[in-house]
């Protein structure tokens, strides 16, 4: 039972490029939640989807970020035109359900690098 | 004010010491409330989640104060597998339906022979 995947596992980009972050959530899992953890920081929540939905994207900068949650594949998040301060690890979770004391379950993350 | 606050350590302890970590929390809207360990450079995954009567799993055990707005966190008998960083983490649902989860920055242990 594989659980919540995540790739790339790294990423380079030099900056203006642009970088697509891949999340598969856990078999059953309809919702979707990435975060991004800066260097010494701790995560924040970015965005929340679920199938073809943006649910909540308050934690997501309004510019060059977006996000989504197709009916078939994986969610993406994509950055445009990269900059050193995107250099972070961004992790994606899943769970089967929302509501207090949902699990979420995280994948191993992708760590961005921006030259 | 940050949304969750921890001492991010480090806490250096021998092994079979007992040691305590706290977490304040300013949202008093605040529904759910866990501890996630973090390893280095990995993913956090869920620990225990503490619930208002507080519990125990094994050598670990959880208390929550929703009037003081403080969590704690006990581990007995520590063992060097426990090194890693501790995050305190509260949840509440948004309007959106949403419960996005809130991490503290973490306190680091490091467990020594």
């Known amino acids: 039972n594989a659980g919540v995947m995540q790739n790339p596992r790294h990423l380079v980009r030099r900056r203006g490029q642009e970088a697509r972050l891949r999340c598969s ?27 073809e939905n943006i649910i909540d994207e308050s934690g997501m900068p309004k510019e060059r ?11 993406i998040l994509r950055i445009q035109q990269v900059v050193r301060g995107d250099s972070a690890a961004y992790f994606c979770a899943s769970s089967a359900t929302t509501g207090t004391y949902n699990e979420q ?5 992708t760590r961005l690098t921006v030259l | 004010r940050k949304e969750v606050e921890q001492d991010p350590g480090p806490f250096n302890v021998p092994e079979g010491a007992t040691v305590a970590f706290n977490c304040t929390y ?31 799993d094994g050598r670990f055990t959880a208390q929550l104060n929703r009037a003081s707005q403080y969590i704690s966190l006990l581990i007995r008998d520590s063992k060097l597998s426990d090194s890693a960083t501790y995050l305190c983490v509260v949840s509440y649902t948004r309007n959106s339906g949403n419960t996005p989860l809130v991490f503290g920055k973490g306190t680091r242990l490091s467990v020594i022979a």
């Not at chain 1, 970020?65 to 969610?75: D, H, L, M, T, Y």
């Not at chain 1, 379950?105 to 993350?109: T, Y």
């Open chain 1, 105 to 109: 379950f995280f994948g191993p993350g």
């Open chain 2, 26 to 56: 300013s949202n008093s809207a605040s529904q759910s409330f866990f501890w996630y360990r973090q390893d280095c450079r990995k993913e956090p995954k869920l620990l225990m989640s503490v619930y208002s009567s507080g519990n125990e």
């Open chain 1, 65 to 75: 970020f977006s996000a989504e949650f197709p009916k078939e594949g994986p969610s």
């Open chain 1, 25 to 51: 959530p856990m078999k059953g899992h309809s919702h979707v939640y990435w975060y991004r953890q800066l260097p010494e920081e701790g995560l924040k929540f970015m965005v929340y989807l679920q199938k």
